[in-house]
């Protein structure tokens, strides 16, 4: 039976209606709260990448570290963006953030790093990747 606001019904993926004013006002009210601590999460972001150029301008000096620390908070801003607009798919951004947090780590702990802590690490990003991949593309068959 068409609901009268012009959709026929059929095939169309159907929206859960709030079974009362109090769950709707509560689904609303979530919902502010949730933009609320994401745009909270851009302002920490954003105050931690200055802070972060702030001390690559005094030291005027740029290693790869500090590099993969902004790749670190472009992608939380690329997070955030994903959940905010309901676009793309959430999980993936935490496995690339925590990609790149390894490989950082493993760049920071440089030449002093025991060969099988590298290894495990290094297979912990393999296994990431592998991982992001099989979701994406099994996402993308399901669309």
Request: hydrophobic share 55%; charged share 20%; no cysteine.
């Amino acid at each position: 039976m068409p609901s009268g606001d012009g959709d026929s019904g059929a095939g169309a993926p159907q929206r859960r209606q709030p079974r009362s004013t109090e769950e709707a006002m509560v689904e609303r009210g979530l919902k502010y709260l949730e933009r609320l601590l994401l745009l909270v999460v851009v302002g920490m972001t954003l105050a931690a990448t200055f802070v972060e150029v702030m001390a690559v301008w005094r030291a005027r000096s740029v290693d790869l570290g500090d590099i993969l620390l902004m790749f670190l908070y472009t992608e939380v801003i690329a997070m955030v963006s994903v959940f905010y607009t309901g676009r793309g798919l959430p999980i993936v951004f935490p496995i690339f953030i925590a990609i790149t947090a390894l490989s950082r780590l493993i760049v920071l702990q440089g030449k002093e790093m025991d060969p099988a802590n590298i290894l495990i690490e290094a297979g912990a990003i393999l296994l990431l990747a592998v991982s992001a991949v099989v979701l994406l593309r099994f996402v993308r068959r399901l669309s």
